[in-house]
């Protein structure tokens, strides 16, 4: 059971480049999120999605898109990278069932320079 | 979306129990109290969660008041592992709400 994927670990992208973070989990979860954390920082939710179709954003979504048509996958989409974005980014999976916990995966550490 | 309070740190001598206590003033009926802990900067981990009852499991045990406006987590035996920050979160019934961390309470074990 590899419970959440996210690749790739490592990442340096120069300043206006996009790329796209990947995220796979294959518990059949309903409810996935991602999450960016800064140095010495809580996580802060970015977007998130309570279903195949369905996302919503997060407390900081500014220069970024995500979308949600499988189940498995919700890839995290940065258009125009900003040194800004410089951070550690986590994402997650529960059930839609209450009472129970959700699942990270080990980051992605993005460095844009 | 319930907020929490916690203290920002708190120290524990190794094999000594670690109590955790989470504000959450304005929960209502049907969300359930988390923990997770965040060892460096590894993916957050579940460690237990609980609606009215005080719960355990192998890792801790979760003491929630009467009232369901506050909560402890208790830690029994602290391992120099045990080292990490530890967040309180509060969820709906259905998963569909946002999972909302804040600040979290850094939890140092010493030897």
């Known amino acids: 059971n590899a419970g959440v994927t996210q690749t790739p670990k490592f990442q340096v992208l120069k300043t206006g480049q996009s790329m796209t973070l990947q995220c796979a989990q294959d518990m059949n979860h309903e409810y996935m999120s991602w999450y960016r954390q800064d140095p010495g920082m809580g996580l802060r939710l970015i977007h998130y999605?309570?279903?195949?179709?369905?996302?919503d954003q997060g407390e900081v979504p500014n220069g970024y898109n995500v979308s949600r048509s499988t189940t498995e996958d919700f890839p995290l989409r940065l258009l125009s990278a900003a040194p800004s974005q410089t951070s550690v980014y986590f994402c997650?999976?529960?059930?839609?069932?209450?009472?129970?916990?959700?699942?990270f995966g080990q980051g992605t550490r993005l460095t844009v320079v | 979306d319930a907020k929490t309070t916690q203290p920002t740190s708190m120290d524990c001598a190794e094999g000594r129990a670690a109590n955790l206590p989470c504000n959450h003033s304005?929960?209502?009926?049907?969300?359930?109290v988390y923990w997770y802990r965040q060892i460096h900067s590894q993916g957050p981990q579940y460690i237990i969660h609980g609606l009215k009852n005080n719960e355990t499991n192998e890792m801790a045990s979760l003491i929630i008041t009467e009232d369901r406006k506050s909560s402890t987590l208790i830690l029994p035996h602290a391992t120099l592992r045990d080292t990490a920050v530890y967040y309180c979160i509060v969820r709906g019934t259905y998963n569909t709400d946002k999972l909302i961390f804040g600040t979290g309470t850094r939890l140092q074990v010493f030897p």
């Open positions: 999605s309570v279903g195949a179709g369905i996302t």
């Open positions: 304005t929960i209502s009926g049907n969300e359930y």
């Open positions: 997650a999976s529960s059930s839609r069932r209450g009472g129970t916990e959700a699942f």
